[in-house]
């Protein structure tokens, strides 16, 4: 019987923003079908926690209204560093079946939690060096809760859930797919969303190191509001580089530093956690991806603070974009976009 792939919608609810992928498979490559942005409410979505699911669905409804994806079988990514667990173990050389047996066993060793409110996954990396009898496991546990949350706000807009990832490995597979495994040893992967950073070490295509980080842009957003008692709405639009009638850019240029600066040394702190834990291994280049990486010079400072290169990442860097679909645009904001592809990236078999 032959089976054939089908797109699926890269869906990524972040929050401030909603973002929709849509890819289809030409050769070995593909071609972007759809992608769409949407703006939502702050305050739905807290540290990957969804805290308004009518809003939130709200929020949903319309974006499917507008968007039209073709198709409604959705891939959705998840977050937050109190409701997800992400652990690289060792275990007994066995089968995938028989790991599969024993995983609950397996992750009671590592995760000092009650394990019947978590939903457990696992990918086996491989055999562990110098040992016939060993081999190294990522292991992923989320709480259910959060897991129940996510699927029926999309299932209540009519989509089926047909694959749950976490945002990090999808930042990961987007990487992948665009760049191939990287030459340098160490690479590292950072999302700076509005409220959490991603962070990600990547060592010849395999995630060794990965961090969630409580901090965004949204520094940047809330340190306009704040010095000069601007409402939401214009704070992201000077974030933007768009000037507002009765500001000094120079003035709101300092403020961003400032925030910016707060947001380098959480990520040059993760950085030193890897160091430590990895036996002083280091970093050689940094990919940057997210709403941060939209505003000017955040990178090119990024890179003098913690002295490491820097170069904003292109999620369509492989991807065919029709000109139906205005390339030019969807180039400049291509950064925001990096999770939701790597979600689309993952089809099915039909």
Known sequence: MFTKKTPTIGLDIGSSHIKGVQLKSVGKGRELLKFDIQPIKSGLIENGVIVDKKSLTDYLHEFFRKANFIKNKAVIGLSGQHSLFIKRITVPLMTEDELRLSIKYEAQQHIPLDLDALALDFHI????????????VLLVAVKKDLLQDYVEVVQNVGLEVVIVDINLFALSNMFEFNYGVPEERNVALVDVGANITSLCVIQRGLPIFWREIPTGSNYHTEALERTFNLTREDAERLKRGHPIEGFNMEEA???MLKASDEIYAEIYRSLEVFRSNFYNEDVSKIFL????????????????RIDIIVEVIDPFKKVLIPQKLIPQYIKEIAPIASIAVG????????
């Open 289 to 304: 991806s997210g709403g941060a990486s939209l505003i000017k010079d955040f990178a090119t400072m990024l890179s003098h």
């Open 343 to 350: 979600l689309a990236l993952r089809e099915i078999e039909v």
């Open 125 to 136: 990396i491989g055999k562990v060096p110098h040992s016939d009898n060993e081999m190294e």
């Open 253 to 255: 240029k300092s403020v």
